[in-house]
């Protein structure tokens, strides 16, 4: 899937720039052909030389290097790779990114180029939580980056937490699927699943409607893990600033009542995902004018009507039921009680449960901390990221559909 691929491959300044030499070697394997470029900080931990030599390539380092520029370009560099790779991503290049700095050579490519970015984000697991991160994380995110680990574990600093780099055959993986490559062979292949995503937007009048706080984040990490297994992936999405995911296919929708029309007409599917954070309720009477002020009249009274439950709906049907129903339960208290009792109400099959109390930092944040409740009992799986979520729950469903003849 990488053979003749370019890849520029930008290499931070952390301790994980050692395993970036092991990723030119995977990149290298697979058939792509790597140009390194160090930052001054990178220099630090692996030497201009032993990228060059793996990589069998010029190795990049300055932006104002005129031999490099009368050689080849910091633009035409930016744009001659049909990917660009950073790993690690360091805390600063995070930011530098996230703030359109371009102060030195691998800053300026990145703001230079026009092409995709995907980045395997390496830190000391307090920076990673700092919410400078988690703001830079939120912008690169919503700017279409695309982003791999990091890992839960030790870190060369002695401490333990999220902020290892992911693995380089990972990132060679997140690479394939950056492609588009997404396996047509994977276990889901030949499967069709139905994902919904985001909030939804109800419309009081033509300039302001009810919406919730749901980033969409979740939802398109399993619609792309979905799609990297090789599933055909329906996702009905309500308007979120976040790029879909990759190689799926995406139906834009704004209320309630148009994602449920999205969700029937996306049907006959084996699998169905709601992760939307659907609006309860609608303005009964949206106004096609804009509602005015009146002096000492007060404030609109607004009549609400409940929305339909798309997820019990589809859940409850006889024909076209999909052979498995996820929802998500999205709470603040007494969470697997309520969890428990909200699959039994809707009719699903399984719930992945959620505490999305203001403390967890959960809604709006790239983790999630979820408890998968099915026939068979409840399950907490460790807080860790949310593509890390979706790409166990993804697997989980081609377990469960394997099981089941195609
Ligand atoms: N859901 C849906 N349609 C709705 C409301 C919710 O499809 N109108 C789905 C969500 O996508 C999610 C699940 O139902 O998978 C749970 O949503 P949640 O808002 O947590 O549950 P509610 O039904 O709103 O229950 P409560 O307000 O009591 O928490």
Known sequence: MLAGKRILL?????????????????????????VPVLTRAAEQFVTPLSASA??????????????????MGHIELSRAADLVV?????????????????????????MATDKRVLIAPAMNVRMWDHAATRRNLATLLSDGVLT?????????????GFGRMAEPPAIVAATEAAFGGEALSGPLSGRHVLVTS???????????????????????????????????????????????????????????????????????????????????WRVLRESTSKVKK???????PL???????????????????????????????????????KRARKGCDWILAN??????????????AVTLITEAGAESWPRMGKVAVAERLAARIAAALGEVAA
Not at 86 to 97: C, G, Q, S, Y
């Open 10 to 34: 930008i290499i931070g300044g952390g301790i994980a720039a050692y395993k970036s030499l092991e990723l030119i070697r995977l990149y290298q394997k697979a058939g792509a052909s790597v």
């Open 54 to 71: 793996l990589a069998g390539e010029k190795v990049y380092r300055d932006l104002f290097d005129l031999t490099d520029e009368a050689e």
């Open 303 to 341: 009549e609400l009507a409940e929305n339909p439950d798309i997820l019990a709906s589809v859940a409850r049907r006889n024909e076209t039921r999909p052979t498995l129903v996820v929802g998500f339960a999205a709470e603040t208290d007494d969470v697997i009680a309520n969890a428990t009792a």
């Open 355 to 368: 505490d999305v109390s203001p403390g967890t930092g959960i809604m709006g944040g790239s983790e999630n």
């Open 198 to 280: 985001g909030p939804t937007h109800e419309p009081i009048d033509p300039v302001r409607y009810i919406a919730n706080r749901s980033s969409g984040a979740q939802g398109s990490a399993i619609g792309g893990a979905l799609a990297r297994l090789g599933a055909r992936v329906s996702f009905v999405t309500g308007p979120t600033a976040i790029a879909p995911p990759h190689g799926v296919e995406v139906i834009a929708v704004e209320t309630a009542a148009e994602m449920l029309a999205a969700v029937e007409g996306a049907l006959p599917a084996d699998a169905a995902v709601f992760a939307a954070a659907v609006a309860d």
């Open 86 to 110: 950073v790993a690690p991503a360091t805390a600063d290049l995070m930011a530098k990114m996230a703030g359109g700095l371009a102060n030195d050579l691998a800053s300026t490519l990145l």
């Open 294 to 300: 009146a002096p000492g009249e007060g404030p609109p």
């Open 148 to 160: 791999v680990g990091p890992d839960e574990g030790d870190m060369a600093c002695g401490e333990f």
